[in-house]
C-alpha cells in the first residue's frame, strides 16, 4: 500500500485494522492528529473555510462548495489516531516527509519511531508535494522500498565500539 497525505493516513488506519491486508506500508506526510500540521497551515484552513462558507452564503454556484468544505474538513478535523495503534502494524513502512512539508518534523518522527518495522525517508529541498516535486527520486525510494528486501539496520551493530 502507497499513500500519500490523506491516503496515507488510509494507509496507517489499513495497516492498524486490518494487519492481514497489508504487506509493506509507504506513506507520505501522513499525520495521526490535525494539530501534527503546523499553525499556519491549521490558521489557512480556518480562513478558507470562512471565505467558502461566505461564497456558499452568497449564493455562488462557480465551484462545488461543499465539496471543499468537505476536504477541509478532512485536513481540518480529522483523522484521530492515537499513538499507542503505531505498534499494531505489523507490515514493513517506510515513513516519508518532505523537509519543508506541511506535517511537523517531529510528528513524522513519532510516527516513524511508534511503528515497529519501520524505515524513514525525509526528502531534501522537498514540500508535502514530495511525489510532484522530484518525482524521480520519490519514485526510485518507493520502489525500492517495495522492490527490495526489508532492512532495519541499526549503527550499533558496526562494531566500532566494541
Known amino acids: 500500500v502507497?499513500?500519500?497525505?490523506?491516503?496515507?493516513?488510509?494507509?496507517?488506519?489499513?495497516?492498524?485494522?486490518?494487519?492481514?491486508?497489508?504487506?509493506?506500508?509507504?506513506v507520505m506526510g501522513a499525520n495521526l492528529v490535525p494539530e501534527a500540521?503546523?499553525?499556519?497551515?491549521?490558521?489557512?484552513?480556518?480562513?478558507?473555510?470562512?471565505?467558502?462558507?461566505?461564497?456558499?452564503?452568497?449564493?455562488?454556484?462557480?465551484?462545488d462548495w461543499d465539496l471543499q468544505l468537505q476536504l477541509l474538513d478532512l485536513l481540518g478535523n480529522q483523522p484521530h489516531?492515537?499513538?499507542?495503534?503505531?505498534?499494531?502494524?505489523q507490515a514493513p513502512t517506510l515513513?516519508?516527509?518532505g523537509d519543508r512539508d506541511v506535517i511537523r518534523d517531529e510528528h513524522t518522527l513519532q510516527i516513524f519511531?511508534?511503528?515497529?518495522?519501520s524505515q524513514l525517508a525525509i526528502g531534501n529541498g522537498v514540500t508535502h508535494m514530495w511525489p510532484w516535486e522530484k518525482s524521480q527520486q520519490f519514485n526510485d525510494i518507493i520502489h525500492d522500498f517495495f522492490a527490495k528486501p526489508f532492512k532495519m539496520p541499526d549503527s550499533k551493530d558496526l562494531g566500532w565500539f566494541d
Open 37 to 63: 500540521a503546523y499553525p499556519w497551515a491549521l490558521d489557512g484552513i480556518k480562513t478558507t473555510v470562512a471565505k467558502i462558507t461566505a461564497m456558499k452564503q452568497s449564493g455562488d454556484r462557480s465551484q
Open 113 to 117: 519511531h511508534g511503528i515497529p518495522q
Open 2 to 26: 502507497l499513500g500519500w497525505s490523506d491516503g496515507g493516513i488510509l494507509g496507517l488506519l489499513l495497516a492498524i485494522h486490518h494487519p492481514d491486508k497489508v504487506s509493506r506500508l509507504a
Open 95 to 97: 515513513v516519508m516527509a
Open 81 to 89: 489516531i492515537p499513538v499507542s495503534d503505531l505498534k499494531k502494524i
